[in-house]
């Protein structure tokens, strides 16, 4: 079972940054690599940003593109998400996700939500001023 634990959301002002952190396991870190997904009320879930536990390679929704970094920490056993920034079109909640490592090796990211196997709790990010 792998266990994913989402921290760092909250109310911010647009421009304003947030660094959310997923928590994992070492066996996590080992066999999956990992997407942020968010999702806003009466939208469907969309995948954020990723990252391979393989050989660290990202990948970034055009939406964030510039403005969001995903990082890994092994010795923490924590992924981030650095949000900077933020628009009022941000405002969601994220979800940090384990997609299988055989899924990504050599391939695009998978998006669609159903491909990744364990879920965080989900956090909530609102930008408002």
């Known amino acids: 079972q792998v266990q994913l634990v989402e921290s760092g959301g909250g109310l911010v002002h647009p421009g304003d940054s947030l660094r959310l952190s997923c928590e994992t396991s070492?066996?996590?870190?080992?066999?999956?690599?990992f997407g942020w997904f968010r999702q806003a009320p009466g939208k469907e879930r969309e995948a954020v940003s990723c990252i391979s536990s393989l050989d660290g390679r990202t990948w970034y929704d055009d939406s964030v593109k510039t403005r969001f970094t995903i990082s890994r920490d092994t010795t923490k056993k924590t992924i981030y998400l650095q949000l900077n920034d933020l628009r009022a079109g941000d405002t969601a909640v994220y979800y940090c996700?384990?997609?299988?490592?055989?899924?990504?090796?050599?391939?695009?990211?998978?998006?669609?939500?159903?491909?990744?196997?364990?879920w965080g709790q989900g956090i909530q990010v609102t930008v408002s001023s």
């Open positions: 070492d066996f996590a870190l080992n066999y999956y690599s």
């Open positions: 996700a384990a997609v299988p490592n055989m899924l990504v090796v050599g391939k695009p990211f998978p998006r669609p939500a159903s491909q990744y196997d364990y």
